[in-house]
């Protein structure tokens, strides 16, 4: 990466406690480069206006920004039409919307639908809630060993009564990257839709989610240099057709009355009920903007060599446990140090202005099924250097054991 890249994210200029900073918590959310930030300030300085309600000029120059938003977005994925390209406040919220507006519909008491066990709680509760009320089974594919999925193990576990699968393009607490693909290829020869929460991919490797086989896409704005509470779900556009929106309002319909008719809008209008994100939105096209400029070839080289040195810097560390057996490409990795708490670790790097994640990831069923209360995670972009890694890794050799096992559960709440 160009070493003017540094430069372009205002926040990296500061010490923490004394250091210089070393911000290692990318996959928690990244920071934003200037040209983000100016992207989101022109906006309110020049064009703010709500969209698609009013004729007059501004509204129209609003309206303008947002569609082309979404049409950076589109390109971006290579989703076939913009209209595949729904905004909402993240990750979360995408998954949420799938499952409450298209899952619901087709599931019903007996029926399956099959996750990862490796998921976030993003990814896992929104399906856990629909097959509680439905009578539906959750169908967890288990993990092996090193806490890595297959392909196989994926489909074997899908039956005739499978309604939907949903599962991670990369894991949130072990980088892994998962065979989206072939999982893919299995859903779809089933007849299955499939659901990718691309939170932990989009800004770490080019994602085309025609070649990937998705019919749905989710991730988050904020974790791809973006601004906060803007997200995206992509969906395949007969899929989209047969979806309910989660919220009813202002801004999805065409034709309403008090009691008879009521005429909605098309997607992805349909699902953006209310004032949407539009800043965010602006903001979103310019992180895109930016992360295109870069290259995705380039951007996910430079983060898989970050990551790849920081495990063996680990690995070559006495006592020092690092999660997975895959060679870590996904742009972060998780560890820990026996003998310290997550917690200790987590606090003595802060103290040297090493930023990292500790706890359980929202993932507390996967982390709960490596046997340990937690791990301390590592999580790169593009203006991470090998020298912040060897920073890293220099300070874990030296964290002292504090007064927290590996075995003591009392802090875990805290990390949620
Ligand atoms: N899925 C994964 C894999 C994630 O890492 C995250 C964020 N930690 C989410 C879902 C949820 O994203 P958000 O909080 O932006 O909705």
């Given at each position: 990466?160009?070493?003017?890249?540094?430069?372009?994210?205002?926040?990296?200029?500061?010490?923490?406690?004394?250091?210089?900073?070393?911000?290692?918590?990318?996959?928690?959310?990244?920071?934003?480069?200037?040209?983000?930030?100016?992207?989101?300030?022109?906006?309110?300085?020049?064009?703010?206006?709500?969209?698609?309600?009013?004729?007059?000029?501004?509204?129209?120059?609003?309206?303008?920004?947002?569609?082309?938003?979404?049409?950076?977005?589109?390109?971006?994925?290579?989703?076939?039409?913009?209209?595949?390209?729904?905004?909402?406040?993240?990750?979360?919220?995408?998954?949420?919307?799938?499952?409450?507006?298209?899952?619901?519909?087709?599931?019903?008491?007996?029926?399956?639908?099959?996750?990862?066990?490796?998921?976030?709680?993003?990814?896992?509760?929104?399906?856990?809630?629909?097959?509680?009320?439905?009578?539906?089974?959750?169908?967890?594919?288990?993990?092996?060993?090193?806490?890595?999925?297959?392909?196989?193990?994926?489909?074997?576990?899908?039956?005739?009564?499978?309604?939907?699968?949903?599962?991670?393009?990369?894991?949130?607490?072990?980088?892994?990257?998962?065979?989206?693909?072939?999982?893919?290829?299995?859903?779809?020869?089933?007849?299955?839709?499939?659901?990718?929460?691309?939170?932990?991919?989009?800004?770490?490797?080019?994602?085309?989610?025609?070649?990937?086989?998705?019919?749905?896409?989710?991730?988050?704005?904020?974790?791809?240099?973006?601004?906060?509470?803007?997200?995206?779900?992509?969906?395949?556009?007969?899929?989209?057709?047969?979806?309910?929106?989660?919220?009813?309002?202002?801004?999805?319909?065409?034709?309403?009355?008090?009691?008879?008719?009521?005429?909605?809008?098309?997607?992805?209008?349909?699902?953006?009920?209310?004032?949407?994100?539009?800043?965010?939105?602006?903001?979103?096209?310019?992180?895109?903007?930016?992360?295109?400029?870069?290259?995705?070839?380039?951007?996910?080289?430079?983060?898989?060599?970050?990551?790849?040195?920081?495990?063996?810097?680990?690995?070559?560390?006495?006592?020092?446990?690092?999660?997975?057996?895959?060679?870590?490409?996904?742009?972060?990795?998780?560890?820990?140090?026996?003998?310290?708490?997550?917690?200790?670790?987590?606090?003595?790097?802060?103290?040297?202005?090493?930023?990292?994640?500790?706890?359980?990831h929202c993932a507390m069923p996967f982390v709960d099924s490596l046997g340990v209360v937690g791990t301390v995670r590592a999580s790169f972009g593009v203006y991470n250097t090998?020298?912040?890694?060897?920073?890293?890794?220099?300070?874990?050799?030296?964290?002292?054991?504090?007064?927290?096992?590996?075995?003591?559960?009392?802090?875990?709440?805290?990390?949620?």
């Open positions: 990466m160009t070493s003017d890249v540094r430069d372009h994210f205002p926040v990296l200029a500061q010490q923490v406690e004394g250091h210089a900073l070393a911000y290692l918590d990318n996959a928690a959310t990244t920071q934003k480069p200037r040209q983000v930030l100016d992207a989101v300030v022109r906006y309110y300085s020049e064009s703010n206006a709500n969209v698609g309600r009013s004729v007059h000029a501004m509204s129209m120059r609003a309206t303008d920004a947002y569609e082309a938003a979404r049409e950076t977005v589109r390109a971006f994925v290579n989703a076939a039409d913009a209209a595949e390209i729904v905004f909402t406040k993240g990750t979360t919220e995408s998954v949420n919307l799938v499952a409450e507006g298209f899952a619901a519909q087709m599931v019903s008491a007996g029926d399956e639908i099959v996750v990862s066990g490796m998921e976030h709680h993003s990814n896992l509760l929104p399906w856990r809630r629909l097959c509680e009320r439905k009578g539906a089974v959750l169908r967890v594919v288990p993990t092996d060993a090193d806490g890595e999925l297959s392909a196989e193990a994926f489909a074997g576990h899908l039956t005739p009564r499978t309604r939907f699968a949903a599962v991670a393009h990369v894991s949130n607490v072990q980088g892994t990257v998962n065979p989206v693909r072939e999982i893919a290829a299995a859903t779809r020869a089933r007849g299955v839709p499939l659901l990718v929460d691309g939170a932990q991919a989009v800004a770490h490797r080019p994602v085309d989610v025609q070649a990937l086989g998705a019919d749905f896409y989710c991730f988050s704005g904020h974790k791809m240099y973006g601004p906060m509470g803007i997200g995206v779900l992509y969906g395949r556009a007969e899929l989209l057709e047969r979806m309910d929106p989660l919220l009813v309002g202002g801004g999805m319909v065409k034709e309403v009355t008090v009691e008879g008719p009521l005429a909605v809008a098309k997607a992805p209008t349909l699902f953006e009920g209310g004032t949407p994100n539009i800043a965010g939105a602006v903001g979103l096209a310019a992180a895109v903007e930016y992360l295109s400029a870069l290259g995705m070839d380039r951007v996910r080289d430079h983060d898989a060599e970050l990551t790849a040195r920081a495990a063996a810097g680990l690995r070559a560390l006495d006592g020092v446990r690092v999660f997975g057996a895959q060679q870590p490409s996904g742009g972060l990795i998780s560890f820990g140090v026996d003998g310290l708490h997550p917690y200790d670790v987590g606090n003595h790097l802060s103290a040297h202005g090493v930023m990292v994640r500790t706890g359980v090998p020298e912040e890694v060897d920073r890293l890794v220099e300070r874990v050799a030296t964290a002292e054991k504090g007064f927290w096992s590996n075995e003591h559960p009392t802090q875990r709440f805290l990390s949620l």
